[in-house]
């Protein structure tokens, strides 16, 4: 059987975006989590994928996929409703996953996965605010030209963009980042969705806590009370 390394649910937004494609296809998969802390490099996960890094797909055979845009291109093969159908609306999926996997720096230094942690609302740094602005711009601009009758998600049917866009609803939730109603519609429909339900069970089940991402929340001094 295929087996998908992920790191910790509670931090490994990466991990999420990989075991949700797997999840949402109901594909059977062994997953297998080893510890992550964040590390730019960590060599206990160079035997398990080229970048060292999590997720990473071993097929049935062995062979290794890693990066999670590789995964779902890897996925997408046999399954290519993970796209949209449209070649305008697929080019247009495939620019949000690029400019998700390379891009919003920020939100990922600043605002890291911690499905555990709510923090109070607070004002955003400008350069940070941006970021969200952008995802703000995305989430409005794909619901505005789905109609309802298509589906709920950015191009009407579940698709690999949905799945990049996935950690950010856990973030935005940590940090209350409020949201125009489109953007929060967006966001409560991916929490809603069952397989991310089942990820957060697991993830506040997890007693593994990574000091250096739960001190970053501390310094905001926002921390709810448990
Ligand atoms: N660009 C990679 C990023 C993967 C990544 O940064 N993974 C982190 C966990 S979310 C990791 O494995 N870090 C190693 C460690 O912290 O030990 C992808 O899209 O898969």
Redesign the pocket.
């Known amino acids: 059987m295929q087996t998908l390394y992920i790191?910790n649910k509670n931090?490994?937004?990466?991990?999420l975006?990989?075991w949700l494609l797997l999840r949402h296809l109901g594909l059977p998969f062994q997953e297998h989590l080893v510890?992550?802390?964040?590390?730019e490099y960590?060599p206990?996960?160079k035997p398990l994928a080229g970048?060292?890094?999590?997720?990473c797909l071993h097929t049935t055979s062995g062979f290794q996929i890693?990066?999670?845009?590789a995964i779902a291109e890897y996925l997408a093969e046999t399954h290519p409703q993970l796209w949209p159908s449209d070649p305008l609306a697929r080019a247009r999926a495939r620019s949000l996953c690029a400019e998700m996997?390379a891009g919003f720096g920020r939100i990922r230094n600043t605002m890291p996965m911690n499905i555990k942690l709510h923090l109070r609302p607070h004002a955003l740094q400008p350069e940070v605010q941006r970021e969200v602005d952008r995802v703000i711009e995305i989430w409005t601009e794909a619901r505005t030209h789905t109609s309802a009758d298509q589906g709920p998600w950015l191009f009407g049917q579940f698709s690999v963009a949905d799945a990049m866009f996935a950690p950010v609803a856990f973030r935005f939730d940590t940090y209350a980042v409020p949201l125009p109603p489109m953007a929060q519609s967006y966001q409560e429909t991916l929490l809603a969705h069952p397989a991310m339900q089942e990820w957060k069970a697991s993830a506040l089940a997890e007693t593994e806590t990574l000091a250096a991402l739960d001190a970053l929340a501390d310094t905001y001094g926002l921390r709810t009370p448990a």
């Open positions: 790191g931090y490994s937004s990466w991990s975006r990989a510890s992550v802390a964040g590390r960590n206990d996960l970048n060292a890094k999590v997720p890693w990066e999670s845009i996997h």
